[in-house]
């Protein structure tokens, strides 16, 4: 294996392995921002010694082990009490080298502390920007470059919102510890909220050159998949990953060789993955099995279903999607979700129908600046022939949208309809 293999082979390892032995160390230090410095003390010891030695049979407990060691180190040398040094002693066994044991064994309650991390890095008292950036640094194992890249920010913005966020737990005295109670659906739910802005980051990025970021979508379909281990009572836990496997399947439809965008209604079906379309309508049916309150993640998995199971476009039930958002929203109101539905209506009852209800938001401040209300408006239009009026919202959604393809994509609607 070259070096370079080798440093392929060690990232994939950091990036599957890097939040459990954060978690784990969590627990022993109680300071997450300590924790991610001890485990990145054990990824710079792999990158010296894995290209000379080889790969450990066990890479994961051969990281945990030295950041265990790394911890140990840490707390000798400063001096700390007796009872801490006692405590992190019993976590490792005594060295007689100074390579760790490959095969050491991975604390047993692992899961318990990864879903503490998880809560942790979603904790109320963070702003949403700062969750999402610490969850894709802990959890996601992303570097601060790879963040800045993924959210068209600079990597020093990226890098400070990490830090105040880890400072900000640590001198909060945040336990480490997974809520009870109302606390736990409201963390749960911030959870979940994080993980589904990181899908729709990657699936449609709201600015940049490309239309999709893969990363993000598999970076939240992965942590969305170790949550639904980790809390496998939670219905709305199994819907959010029905929802992403869903709307993941379509991927390799959504863009052609160049990269342009290709709407729903145009892609190839039979380009849908299907292994990820029946783990996702097995995720679904776990969640309807659990019973309960159907929550937003639970309808709107039922509605990318409904795209799902349609072998045309033309066989997609419109009528049954308009009933599911008109579902949600009673329990999660938006003038997004009426977006959808007028969308939906137009497919189901004609264009005129959707129209009115496009029409009924255009005065949402909310909905002011946001492209897809002309994007909508515009494709209406098109379909009622009303081609000028269409121009015009497409050239306005094309001057509010930051992200280039999409432009492209609404400046080639509007010369259409000059044309036509």
């Not at 990232?11 to 954060?22: C, N």
């Not at 604390?107 to 318990?112: G, L, R």
């Amino acid at each position: 294996m070259t070096a370079t293999d080798t440093h392929r082979a060690i990232d994939a390892v950091w990036r599957i392995e890097s939040a459990k032995v954060i978690a784990v160390l969590t627990r022993m230090v109680r300071d997450v921002g300590l924790a991610e410095d001890f485990a990145h003390d054990a990824l710079l010891v792999a990158l010296e010694r894995w290209p000379q030695s080889g790969i450990p049979d066990n890479p994961g407990a051969w990281l945990m082990a030295t950041a265990k060691h790394r911890a140990i180190d840490h707390f000798r040398r400063n001096q700390l009490l007796d009872r801490k040094h006692e405590e992190l002693g019993r976590e490792v066994a005594e060295r007689e080298t100074a390579v760790p044991d490959p095969t050491a064994k991975i604390d047993d309650n692992i899961d318990d502390d990864l879903l503490r991390l998880v809560f942790i890095s979603c904790h109320p008292i963070l702003s949403r920007e700062a969750q999402l950036a610490l969850t894709l640094r802990l959890l996601g194992g992303l570097t601060t470059d790879e963040i800045a890249r993924a959210f068209l920010a600079s990597e020093p913005t990226i890098a400070q919102r990490i830090v105040r966020a880890k400072r900000t737990l640590a001198e909060a005295h945040v336990p480490f510890e997974v809520p009870r109670g109302a606390d736990f659906t409201t963390r749960l739910s911030s959870v979940l909220q994080v993980l589904y802005l990181i899908f729709n980051e990657g699936y449609t990025a709201t600015a940049g050159d490309d239309w999709m970021r893969p990363a993000l979508c598999e970076e939240a379909l992965r942590l969305g998949r170790i949550l639904a281990g980790l809390v496998p009572n939670e219905p709305e836990v199994h819907g959010l990953v029905s929802l992403l496997e869903i709307q993941a399947s379509r991927s390799k439809a959504r863009v052609d060789a160049s990269g342009a965008p290709i709407l729903l209604l145009d892609q190839d079906r039979g380009r849908w993955d299907q292994l990820l379309i029946r783990r996702g309508l097995a995720g679904l049916e776990r969640a309807t099995i659990l019973g309960g309150a159907r929550g937003p993640y639970v309808l709107q998995a039922e509605i990318a279903a409904c795209h799902a199971c349609a072998r045309t476009a033309e066989e997609t039930d419109w009528q049954r999607i308009v009933e599911l958002y008109r579902d949600l929203s009673e329990i999660a109101p938006s003038p997004i979700v009426e977006l959808n539905r007028a969308v939906a209506v137009a497919m189901a009852f004609g264009p005129q129908a959707g129209l009115s209800l496009v029409d009924s938001l255009t005065s949402e401040p909310s909905l002011k600046s946001y492209h897809l209300l002309p994007t909508v408006r515009g494709d209406l239009l098109k379909k009622l022939g009303r081609l000028g009026e269409a121009r015009v919202e497409f050239e306005r959604a094309a001057a509010l949208t930051r992200n280039t393809r999409e432009r492209e994509l609404l400046l080639a609607r509007s010369r259409a309809c000059s044309e036509g």
